[in-house]
């Protein structure tokens, strides 16, 4: 018996290599030793391709084969079944494949293998060398499996022969319509998310100075055309080298494309048990996890893509290095007499850290000279072994953003590499020439032009665009910044738009309201502006400026700067990023500090070691922003801010600063874990010593949220500062002194905020009040709570554990409060009542009576009114 086969997971030039073998063996059965991709499934559902037999497997008796034909494949571990009988004694083996060669091919008596776009040229070319005819039908299944492979002849992979074997093909009549029909096919939903989540997870490695990128997916079912998927990613992302690695059935699949001639995707894939050629391959893995077959994938890249120089070969050796009990100062006077601009602190050869030139000579500058160095260091950093790649030096220093590596052999310091010395060497690389199949380069920038699109409104997407006009008119470059752009990445609404200017912020902002009829308001010192359409809607504008502070805690000094410097002066990594508006590169994201992975990784952390020294508020930023988005504060960081506590740092700030940074934390979503943190951090008594906040003290301001809720839930027109309430409960064990010397050190201003804080003592008396029986009338209840302010009405009810008076309160804000007479001074005037104190004492009388429900109507009124004159009349008479 003779046999044509192929390989698993068989595709459209698997297909047509063993229908175009069947013409050259007539008498060979045609079967397939695994699974098919989902379009050549589809493509036996055709009414026109039925006529082709195919035995299942199971119906091949292995012991009755005496020849056995391969197409697309000489590779023992992707032929099923048939790799049990390839050493059977007396079986002839025949070989038609495009692949390249492998150490582990299979033998055959006859190989045809020529390096083509797709096996089916070379069988295709064969029978037109040996002139046997072709049905049309046969002619487009042929045509089909040329196209599929060479990506309707596109690919970088394509020879003189695919093209010759396709204008074959087309003179027997392929139709090109039906090629394309297959070939060219709506995506499912399924296929839609599995691409999408692709796309998401694409990174992009460096590995010994190629860019590789890795994207990974899982799909719940099985599903075919992978590969159709993968090409999709590519075109769309337009990537060079390509490895996709897809969960599925528990089995992991690799789709491997590369148009560079440094990877050979072919040596990638067999070296994971799989095969291809160099620009296009593919593997299953078995028994693996996603996490796993990446660590492998990656394993073979390093192995395949071979470094050129390692660690040693590049850092500086012994290195300058600082002990852990140096001073500031000493650090100071090291970097100056060896002029380098960072250095390791060290403890008996072990890297305890790394301190910079810049931290030193601002932690002098605010007089911390004598403090330890390592309180000052950055704890965290990467490291490498003297054999490291260059490529892992460079993910070091540049995708962590480190200045200085350590080299550590045996746990010891072997030697520093800088960044000078990364980019001497990249620079000599650069002097190798690039493959010439490299026609579309790599991305070097995400864009969220995208996302901006669809999320933001409409207009203010226009807002963006037209900034970006105008500013590319007068020669400037602009940017939109910090929140902003964060906040459109973890799609958070958020329309606080920033915009930063590489040029002169207020004369942009001139032009740009001259244009599209905006008021400006400007700030000369700080180079900054304030766009104000006429619906009010605002935009600032900066000028790109580097900020310094004359001492910790203070308001900064501005210089004019670079959008970098403008960046770095923030405060955490994640505000740092930038997306450009000039036309030309809309909406590419600018990352200089890891803000997105950051973001990816759900950190908080600032960008250097004395942030919180410049500006102790952000302290209270970090917590508010890990509560806000749910993130977790870097480990140094949280070191830095209970140094900062230690060193009494927030006692400079100033109350109003302070007061903000408080309000701001108690109006977010998730305040009480904020509040819980700050206690944490022992950050509570800045605002008053005594405070402690125990558990019954945070019962009491979950309590205020609850009622701020039900208020909230009300719908009525008047407007309350809901933070005055949180900051009454928080502040609630104060004695009425205490609550003065907060008012004072904070700095509270505003007539109506004065008038709450004043009048929490006498809310606490209405309370008591309240509590001190049970049947009260409902004029009793008005007169009592009346004349508080809703705040402080809100902060008793939260107060009191008793559910009736919640229930008075309740019934005061939601009826009795509003409630007003159907008398007024008119009707009194009419009815002869005349002018003095004797109109408010009838007006009270009338209220008290309404409010009991004594009168209803306003005839009940003028009733009780002219009783009332009468009844003073004939005491005057008397």
């Given at each position: 018996m003779e046999v044509i086969t192929s390989h698993i997971n068989a595709d459209f030039d698997t297909l047509a290599s063993m229908l175009a073998a069947k013409k050259l063996y007539p008498d060979a059965v045609l079967t397939f030793p695994g699974s098919l991709e989902k379009n050549l499934r589809d493509f036996f559902e055709r009414p026109e391709f039925r006529l082709f037999e195919i035995e299942k497997i199971k119906?091949?008796?292995?012991?009755?084969?005496?020849?056995?034909?391969?197409?697309?494949?000489?590779?023992?571990t992707r032929i099923g079944k048939f790799a049990e009988i390839i050493h059977?004694?007396?079986?002839?083996?025949?070989?038609?494949?495009?692949?390249?060669?492998?150490?582990?091919?299979?033998?055959?008596?006859?190989?045809?293998?020529?390096?083509?776009?797709?096996?089916?040229?070379?069988?295709?070319?064969?029978?037109?060398?040996?002139?046997?005819?072709?049905?049309?039908?046969?002619?487009?299944?042929?045509?089909?499996?040329?196209?599929?492979?060479?990506?309707?002849?596109?690919?970088?992979?394509?020879?003189?022969?695919?093209?010759?074997?396709?204008?074959?093909?087309?003179?027997?009549?392929?139709?090109?319509?039906?090629?394309?029909?297959?070939?060219?096919?709506?995506?499912?939903?399924?296929?839609?998310?599995?691409?999408?989540?692709?796309?998401?997870?694409?990174?992009?490695?460096?590995?010994?100075?190629?860019?590789?990128?890795?994207?990974?997916?899982?799909?719940?079912?099985?599903?075919?055309?992978?590969?159709?998927?993968?090409?999709?990613?590519?075109?769309?992302?337009h990537i060079n080298c390509l490895f996709a690695l897809i969960s599925m059935e528990n089995r992991i699949h690799l789709i491997a494309r590369s148009r560079i001639k440094e990877v050979n995707a072919g040596a990638i894939a067999q070296a994971l048990g799989g095969g291809g050629h160099p620009t296009a391959a593919s593997a299953t893995l078995k028994d693996v996890t996603l996490i796993q077959a990446r660590e492998k994938l990656i394993a073979a890249l390093k192995d395949k893509i071979a470094p050129k120089k390692s660690a040693r070969d590049i850092m500086s050796s012994p290195p300058i290095i600082l002990f852990e009990d140096a001073a500031i100062n000493d650090a100071k006077d090291t970097l100056?007499?060896?002029?380098?601009?960072a250095m390791p602190v060290v403890r008996d050869g072990e890297v305890l850290g790394i301190i910079t030139r810049q931290v030193v000579e601002k932690a002098v500058y605010h007089g911390l000279k004598d403090v330890p160095a390592k309180e000052y260091m950055t704890p965290e950093?990467?490291?490498?072994?003297?054999?490291?790649?260059?490529?892992?030096?460079?993910?070091?220093?540049?995708?962590?953003?480190?200045?200085?590596?350590?080299?550590?052999?045996?746990?010891?310091?072997?030697?520093?590499?800088?960044r000078t010395d990364l980019l001497r060497l990249l620079h000599e690389e650069l002097k190798i020439e690039p493959h010439p199949a490299e026609e579309t380069p790599l991305r070097r920038h995400k864009t969220i032009a995208r996302l901006m699109q669809d999320r933001l409104p409409a207009r203010v997407a226009d807002i963006l665009k037209n900034a970006g006009r105008v500013a590319e008119e007068l020669g400037f470059k602009a940017y939109a910044v910090g929140g902003f752009v964060r906040d459109l990445i973890l799609n958070y609404e958020n329309l606080d738009v920033d915009i930063v200017i590489e040029g002169d912020g207020i004369a942009f902002a001139n032009a740009f309201a001259k244009r599209f009829g905006c008021r400006v308001k400007s700030h000369e010192r700080f180079g900054t502006a304030l766009i104000v359409f006429p619906d009010k809607f605002k935009v600032d504008v900066a000028t790109a400026r580097l900020e310094y502070y004359e001492k910790p805690g203070a308001l900064p000094t501005v210089e004019l700067s670079s959008l970098k410097l403008d960046l770095y002066r923030r405060d955490f990594t994640i505000n740092t990023l930038a997306a450009a508006l000039n036309p030309k590169n809309f909406g590419e994201l600018i990352d200089f500090f890891g803000a997105q992975r950051d973001i990816k990784e759900k950190t908080i952390k600032v960008l250097h070691n004395l942030s919180f020294v410049e500006d102790p508020t952000r302290v209270f930023r970090a917590v508010r922003f890990e509560q806000r988005y749910g993130f977790v504060m870097a480990k140094h960081t949280q070191s830095l801010i209970k140094n900062a506590v230690r060193l009494n740092l927030l006692q400079r700030i100033s109350g109003e600063r302070l007061l903000n940074e408080l309000k701001a934390m108690l109006e977010e979503k998730n305040f009480l874990r904020a509040i819980d943190r700050i206690k944490k951090f022992d950050l509570i008594k800045y605002i008053h010593p005594v405070i402690n906040l125990s558990e019954e003290e945070m019962a009491?301001?979950?309590?205020?949220?609850?009622?701020?809720?039900?208020?909230?839930?009300?719908?009525?027109e008047e407007t309350i500062e809901t933070w005055l309430v949180l900051f009454l409960a928080i502040t609630d064990q104060l004695k009425d002194d205490e609550t003065r010397e907060v008012e004072k050190r904070l700095a509270i201003a505003g007539k109506r905020r004065v008038a709450v804080l004043e009048a929490r003592g006498d809310a606490r008396k209405a309370l008591n009040m309240l509590q001190m029986k049970k049947d009260f009338k409902n004029s009793e209840v008005y007169a009592i709570l009346k004349p508080l302010p809703m705040e402080d009405i809100l902060y008793i009810m939260a107060r009191t554990k008793s559910d009736d008076t919640k229930k008075l309160i309740s019934h005061f804000i939601t009826h009795l409060r509003e409630q007003k007479t159907l008398t007024h001074g008119n009707d009194l005037k009419r009815l002869g009542v005349p002018e003095g104190p004797f109109y408010t004492e009838i007006l009270n009388t009338l209220l008290e009576k309404r409010l009991d429900?004594?009168?209803?109507?306003?005839?009940?009124?003028?009733?009780?009114?002219?009783?009332?004159?009468?009844?003073?009349?004939?005491?005057?008479?008397?």
């Open positions: 119906n091949i008796k292995m012991d009755e084969i005496t020849r056995l034909i391969l197409v697309d494949i000489r590779q023992a059977k004694p007396g079986l002839d083996i025949h070989i038609y494949d495009h692949h390249p060669k492998s150490p582990d091919d299979i033998r055959g008596s006859a190989e045809v293998t020529h390096p083509y776009g797709a096996t089916t040229t070379i069988l295709t070319l064969i029978i037109k060398e040996k002139g046997i005819e072709l049905a049309p039908e046969e002619a487009t299944v042929l045509m089909l499996g040329i196209y599929e492979d060479t990506g309707s002849l596109t690919f970088s992979s394509t020879t003189v022969e695919d093209y010759e074997a396709a204008a074959f093909l087309l003179s027997k009549g392929a139709n090109l319509n039906i090629v394309s029909d297959l070939i060219t096919k709506e995506l499912t939903a399924e296929e839609v998310s599995l691409l999408n989540d692709l796309l998401q997870s694409a990174i992009t490695y460096s590995i010994a100075g190629t860019e590789v990128v890795i994207a990974e997916a899982a799909a719940d079912t099985y599903m075919g055309d992978l590969a159709v998927l993968v090409h999709k990613l590519k075109d769309i992302e100056l007499r060896y002029s380098i601009n950093f990467e490291i490498v072994s003297p054999e490291a790649s260059i490529a892992e030096v460079q993910e070091a220093i540049i995708g962590h953003h480190q200045r200085l590596l350590p080299v550590i052999d045996k746990g010891k310091i072997a030697g520093v590499i800088t009491l301001v979950a309590r205020a949220r609850d009622v701020l809720s039900w208020h909230q839930l009300l719908y009525l429900e004594a009168i209803k109507t306003k005839a009940d009124e003028e009733k009780i009114v002219k009783e009332m004159v009468a009844q003073r009349q004939r005491g005057r008479t008397s």
